[in-house]
C-alpha cells in the first residue's frame, strides 16, 4: 500500500513539473513572436551616457526566430542569439553575440514587453544580469518601438 501511495505521489509530481513546464514554453513561445519584426530605438543609454540623438536615431533592431540584428544607420552593429526566460521577475534575455564588438561572447539582461514598446537592460559582457531597468557603470539601457512585425515584411 505505502508503495502504491509513492507511485501515485511521483506520478503527481511529475504531471505538476510537465504542466508548468509546458506553460513557461508558451510564455517563452509568446514573447518570442511578440518580439519579431523591425523596431526602432526610442531611447538609449550607455554607462549611465543618454546615447546621441544622431545615433539613436540610426539605430534598428529586427528580430526574425531567435537571431536578433542591431543596425546602426542601415549597418550590422551587432547580430546575437536570444534567449529569453518570461517566468523570471524581471523577465530575463540573453544576447550569444554571433558578430560585432563583443562577438563570442554573452551578454546578460532582463526585459519588458508593453504592446509595441520592448524595453531592455543589459550588462557588459561576462557581468552579472542587471536586477532593474536604470542607467549606469556597465549598463546599456534602451526602449525600442516597434515599426513593422515579421509578417509585415517584404
Known sequence: MKCMKKLFLLTIAILIVSLVRAADDESVKRDLAQLQG???MVSGSADG???????????ER??????????????????AKITIDPSKKPKTIDYN????????????GIYELNGN?????????????PT??????????SEWKRQKPAAEKK
Open 97 to 108: 553575440m554571433t558578430e560585432g564588438f563583443s562577438k563570442g561572447k554573452k551578454q546578460l
Open 38 to 40: 523591425e523596431w526602432m
Open 132 to 141: 532593474e531597468f536604470k542607467a549606469g557603470d556597465g549598463l546599456t539601457l
Open 117 to 129: 514598446t520592448f524595453k531592455a537592460c543589459f550588462n557588459s559582457p561576462g557581468a552579472e544580469r
Open 62 to 79: 529586427v528580430c526574425k526566430g531567435d537571431e536578433l540584428t542591431v543596425l546602426m544607420n542601415n549597418r550590422v552593429f551587432m547580430k
Open 49 to 59: 551616457q543618454p546615447m546621441p540623438e544622431e545615433m539613436r536615431k540610426g539605430m
